[in-house]
């Protein structure tokens, strides 16, 4: 399988949606929502993203969230990613941050946000940073996070962007299918509709089905597998059903 990002349509629409923050007038908040189950490629697409803007000379920080992370831990990892020690009292930290944010025209991506979501002293601190810069700031989290973040008005109502991360359709599933097997293999319609159904559209449950799928056609030297060739060959852990 070859190591890429592919451009399904989830990914197309966290584009569109973090160039309209970037693009945004001065009235619209700056706040971004992702949300979406896990492994539907929340962190890769966002990654991806990340090395574009880093690749047309922006410098966004990205910081991913603990369950055991505080106002404190959350700073000192986003100050690390600044290249700078944390710096106390904390309030010195925010303003080190907000400084080098509005200095450098940082955006932040806050990834498992699901982890802090609770914590109101991190989520004001989060909010702190943003009202002190108007710098787009994408909060990342699993389904949960849009229903509990409605909870924290203040911040709630400085999202003016957001992409829930849906199941893979067809075409998604036949373009990983395309850009990811190996020396051309193809697989039949039949069988790329069984992996989308029998997957959820998770993406990350879709490529193991489609590595299995490729090294079935290398060690049998085909270059087409479809459902009939594949069999009842197993592509899923799934309570013991095919
Ligand atoms: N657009 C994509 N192109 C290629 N691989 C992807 C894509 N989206 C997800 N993946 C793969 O699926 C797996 C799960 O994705 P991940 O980004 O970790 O999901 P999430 O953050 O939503 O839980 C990753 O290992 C990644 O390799
Ligand atoms: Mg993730």
């Given at each position: 399988m070859k190591h890429k990002t592919v451009e399904v349509k989830n990914v197309l629409r966290t584009q569109d949606m973090f160039s309209n923050l970037q693009s945004r007038s001065e009235i619209t908040p700056g706040i971004g929502l992702i949300h979406g189950a896990s492994g539907f490629g929340k962190t890769t697409t966002v990654t991806y993203m990340f090395n574009q803007l880093t690749a047309m000379g922006n410098l966004p920080v990205y910081v991913r969230c603990y369950a055991t992370d505080t106002p404190s831990s959350f700073l000192a990892r986003v100050m690390k990613?600044?290249?700078s020690e944390p710096m106390y009292p904390l309030r010195k930290s925010v303003d080190f941050i907000t400084n080098t944010m509005n200095e450098q025209q940082i955006a932040l991506f806050v990834d498992e946000a699901d982890h802090i979501i609770g914590q109101a002293k991190t989520m004001e601190t989060i909010r702190d940073l943003y009202d002190a810069t108007e710098l787009p700031v994408v909060l990342i989290g699993m389904e949960e996070i849009a229903r509990r973040i409605s909870h924290r008005?203040?911040?709630f109502n400085r999202?003016?962007?957001w992409v829930e991360?849906?199941?893979a359709d067809n075409e998604d599933v036949s373009m990983f299918?395309?850009?990811l097997l190996e020396?051309?293999?193809k697989v039949g319609e039949d069988l790329l509709d069984f992996i989308r159904v029998r997957s959820g559209g998770e993406v990350r449950r879709i490529l193991i089905?489609?590595?299995k799928i490729e090294r079935f056609a290398l060690t049998n030297e085909k270059d087409y597998i479809d459902k009939e060739?594949?069999?009842d060959g197993q592509l899923f852990l799934n309570h013991g059903r095919r």
């Open positions: 990613e600044l290249g008005k203040q911040l999202i003016s962007e991360f849906m199941p299918a395309c850009e020396q051309g293999i089905a489609l590595e060739l594949w069999g």
